[in-house]
């Protein structure tokens, strides 16, 4: 996952309401948003599936529990046998230890894996992790986002994405018709606003908005999730070099 955007709000009658696009090589094998286990009515937790690494980058269980991943841009070369981010994941939505506990004892093998930031959501706190530094951050009430750097680290997409999301809330128009452009914006950013992360300036401009599109690297998951108070909604649109491959809606009742 590449940009996650929330709406926190722990009191009202959805109190998390998520949007994210994961951006990823369309050669990376990978299975759409599907139900985990024997069938869908035993299976526990509902997500994509990375075929390569085993994990998922977004993922939700019948308890309410969610949890996404970012990856962290760096010019530093990635460890080849360090394990799969995308394990962190899954390993929280099959658990049950709440949020802090689960990233405090995280926060202690950091260092194991490639750079990531992981937010993860209890049933009742919402909270982060930047692996860099070990740091766990319990999320305040209201929008925030993450993209490929540290929480809220103001890249153009990310403010612009965070921005948006603000502006429909406040209108009260957060169902799917009205959020999907969000996560459809192609906007490539000023030079003058880019961010420096090493890498090329083309690529730079490129990775800017908030859908990626290039021959062999984009956005392949628009996904907005909303968790209330007795249910969850998930919708993902799959998408490859040509387009729009699929679109996925699933809908549940939180079990105890």
Not at 12 to 24: G, I, V, Y
Not at 97 to 124: I, K, M, S, W
Not at 132 to 157: E, I, M
């Amino acid at each position: 996952m590449c940009l996650i955007a929330w709406n926190w709000q722990p009191d009202r009658a959805t109190p998390l309401l998520l949007l994210a696009n994961r951006d990823e090589f369309y050669a990376r094998p990978a299975l759409p948003l599907h139900w985990w286990g024997p069938t869908p009515s035993s299976a526990e937790v509902l997500a994509g599936k990375d075929l390569q690494g085993g994990g998922t980058w977004l993922g939700v269980s019948r308890s309410g529990r969610l949890a996404a991943l970012t990856n962290y841009r760096s010019t530093e070369p990635q460890r080849a046998d360090a394990p799969s981010r995308g394990e962190l994941v899954a390993a929280f939505l099959h658990g049950d230890q709440d949020a802090p506990t689960y990233l405090e004892r995280l926060a202690q093998h950091c260092g194991d894996y490639n750079p990531f930031n992981l937010l993860v959501f209890d049933g009742y706190q919402l909270m982060g992790l930047e692996s860099r530094n070990a740091r766990v951050l319990r999320k305040p009430a209201g929008v925030g986002a993450v993209s490929n750097a540290d929480f809220q680290t103001p890249w153009p997409k990310l403010t612009r994405l965070k921005s948006r999301l603000q502006e429909q809330t406040d209108r009260a128009q957060t169902d799917i018709s009205s959020l999907l452009p969000l996560l459809h914006d192609r906007s490539i950013a000023p030079d003058t606003a880019l961010p420096h992360t090493g890498v090329p300036l083309e690529l730079e401009r490129v990775l800017s908005a908030a859908f990626v599109a290039t021959p062999h690297y984009g956005t392949r998951a628009c996904s907005v999730v909303a968790i209330h108070q007795t249910q969850v909604e998930f919708f993902e649109q799959s998408h490859g070099a040509q387009g729009l491959i699929a679109e996925n809606r699933q809908a549940f009742v939180i079990s105890p």
